[in-house]
């Protein structure tokens, strides 16, 4: 039960900033288009259409990304590119308004890296491996000990093992809380946050 409580604790830790994370990213998407957008009303010459336009399909790829998993190279290369787009911006903006749409830009970046460690790290490997071999050991030996009356210790081994091997299915599930691509999965972020703002840079897009 130590095992389980501190792989329980642990887990929870990350599953409750992944929580904050789908509203941070679809907050600073937003701020960014709102500021590229901004852009048009200093300089009306300025074409913004190809910087909202590639925002909004980045947007796009990210939901999906977030909602099927996959290498998240194909991601970053979109983001290279979206980059490069906003740094030719530098043209027209003032400095300090370049800087908040780079600023922007890194955090977008940081929380996609933060999302792909959260995916792919395993909290704490050897003491998962020493709560499965505990709960079996455990099971096993409640499974062969011989309690009176049969009904009885039915009950409790069946209680008990169904406990057990629950909450070590339940801090896998918590483990990665960006799983929603997999049937299995259950414990999930909500990623609405991130769909709202993807149909919303659609819309500004269309808007022109």
């Not at 336009?53 to 099927?68: I, Q, T």
């Not at 999965?185 to 609405?192: K, Q």
Request: proline share 3%; hydrophobic share 55%.
């Amino acid at each position: 039960m130590f095992l389980l409580g501190f792989l329980l604790n642990g887990v929870l830790m990350d599953y409750k900033e992944s929580e904050k994370i789908p509203g941070e990213l679809a907050a600073a998407l937003e701020c960014l288009a709102m500021e590229v957008r901004s852009v048009r009303e200093l300089h009306p010459e300025a074409e913004m259409k190809g910087a909202l336009a590639l925002l909004a399909g980045f947007s796009e790829d990210l939901l999906a990304w977030m909602n099927d998993g996959g290498l998240v190279t194909g991601l970053l290369n979109r983001l290279d590119e979206l980059q490069l787009v906003i740094s030719r911006l530098g043209i027209w903006n003032a400095a300090p308004l370049q800087a908040r749409l780079l600023l922007g830009l890194a955090n977008i970046r940081r929380v996609v890296v933060r999302i792909e460690v959260i995916r792919e790290t395993t909290f704490v490997p050897a003491v998962y491996w020493m709560a499965y071999a505990g709960t079996g050991f455990l099971t096993g030996g409640l499974v062969l000990t011989d309690i009176e009356p049969f009904g009885e210790s039915l009950f409790f081994i069946g209680v008990i093992s169904f406990l057990l091997i629950k909450l070590l299915l339940l801090i896998a599930d918590l483990d990665n809380p960006f799983a929603a691509g997999h049937a299995i999965s259950v414990e999930n972020v909500s990623l609405l946050p991130v769909a709202l703002a993807v149909e919303r840079l659609k819309r500004l897009v269309e808007a022109g």
